[in-house]
């Protein structure tokens, strides 16, 4: 595995028109105004007043960050929402054009769950989507992508003398989100966007539980570890923030929602140097998967 290259040339930290789009710039180059987007392409909704964006992808991390925007083109914006910045392009598809918000909001369900609720005051945008890394668990190879039909928050029970009984809520995103997920899945079309090098085996997608917590679960004896595999028996992989993000949703109706997370790590070989290697990879990956998602999906089909 050592020819992958997983190095800056992935993502590039500079766009054609020359602008610095890495995580920690603060400059940008505005350009001409972008065209606010038709009644159709943004579900009916109203016209908004500033900058509008029909798609906000949320990351935590600057791997996940960097994989999105390299996907997204100029004209940017810049827009401030209770403190939180949004870097806004365009995503330029097959089928359709959208303006995406995108923003980094860093680990934790706890801020992605207020990252949901922001993004939708700031914008009212169809979809809002949180893209990024996972630990997988159990029948996925580093590289590939998961999409979350559920989301389980393990964390939540009752420790007795030793003894934790689970009380893990469940979260779900909305069903057309799922519905088109599957359909990009069994597309397999999905893997032409991904911006690394091709793997000995084509990283895979699937449409399947997923768990989450505040706890890095770093190797498959930990208890942790224990737990997921007796309460949350389904789950292919493990995160720190889809359970929160996907609360958000539930509780604010009116946006569609999903979770989309590449495979990075196992419970089984976890240490920096794989990290290093794979994060940008897996990362990649889901961004990959984000933008077919958004190509496809839309309130016309």
């Not at 997983?6 to 940008?28: L, P």
């Not at 909305?174 to 966007?193: I, L, P, T, Y």
């Amino acid at each position: 595995m050592g020819d992958i290259n997983h190095g800056n040339q992935v993502y590039g930290t500079q766009n054609a028109d020359g602008m610095n789009f890495g995580s920690g710039s603060t400059t940008v180059n505005k350009g001409p105004a972008a065209p606010e987007p038709s009644a159709a392409a943004s579900g009916g909704r109203h016209a908004r007043r500033g900058p509008v964006a029909d798609a906000v992808v949320v990351t935590a991390i600057d791997s996940e960050y960097a994989a999105v925007a390299a996907h997204l083109t100029g004209p940017f914006e810049e827009h401030g929402e209770n403190g939180t910045l949004y870097r806004i392009g365009t995503l330029s598809g097959d089928r359709r054009s959208r303006r995406v918000a995108l923003v980094q909001v860093g680990p934790g369900n706890v801020d992605a769950g207020v990252s949901l609720e922001r993004a939708r005051t700031a914008f009212a945008p169809e979809v809002i989507l949180f893209v990024g890394v996972a630990g997988g668990v159990k029948d996925v190879r580093l590289g590939d992508v998961v999409v979350a039909d559920a989301i389980y928050d393990y964390e939540t029970g009752k420790e007795d003398d030793g003894d934790f009984r689970s009380r893990a809520k469940t979260a779900a995103p909305s069903h057309a989100a799922v519905q088109r997920a599957m359909d990009v899945v069994f597309r397999q079309e999905w893997n032409r966007r991904a911006l690394t090098s091709r793997l000995p085996e084509p990283p895979r997608a699937f449409v399947k539980p997923v768990a989450s917590g505040n706890k890095v679960v770093a190797h498959r004896d930990a208890l942790t570890a224990e737990r997921l595999r007796k309460h949350c028996g389904d789950a292919v992989a493990v995160e720190m923030e889809g359970y929160g993000f996907l609360r958000s949703a539930y509780l604010s109706s009116g946006t569609h929602s999903l979770v989309i997370r590449g495979v990075s790590d196992l419970l089984s070989g976890k240490d920096e140097a794989s990290d290093t290697l794979w994060q940008p990879i897996a990362a990649a990956h889901a961004a990959a998967f984000a933008a077919e998602f958004l190509d496809l999906f839309g309130s016309e089909g």
